[in-house]
Nanobody
């Protein structure tokens, strides 16, 4: 079993930056990659990035490529999402999630096993 706790969300203005954190604990030995997703009101979960624990290799979804950067800190069992140039349309609850490896559909939330409870990001215009 894996436990995930997200933090770092908040209320910011358009153009500002935030860094989200996700701390993993429990039985993570079968978890080789981590995903970042978000969910806006009335919408499904949208893929943002998937990153390898071992080497930091990352796949980004096009809408956030160039603005958001994922990273890992193995010593702290933590993955991060640095979000720059935030826009009002970035307003959502942001989640981290576990996946065994890069096989299958890394862009689908159904491919991930364990999820955190999310952290709210609100961007005002």
């Amino acid at each position: 079993q894996v436990q995930l706790v997200e933090s770092g969300g908040g209320l910011v203005q358009a153009g500002d930056s935030l860094r989200l954190s996700c701390v993993a604990s429990g039985r993570t030995f079968n978890t080789n990659v981590m995903g970042w997703f978000r969910q806006a009101p009335g919408k499904g979960r949208e893929h943002l990035a998937t990153i390898s624990w071992t080497n930091g290799y990352t796949y980004y979804s096009a809408p956030v490529k160039g603005r958001f950067t994922a990273s890992v800190d193995n010593a702290k069992n933590t993955v991060y999402l640095q979000m720059d140039s935030l826009k009002p349309e970035d307003t959502a609850v942001y989640y981290c999630a576990t996946k065994r490896d890069f096989s299958g559909d890394i862009y689908s939330d159904n491919s991930y096993n364990y999820w955190g409870q999310g952290t709210q990001v609100t961007v005002s215009s």
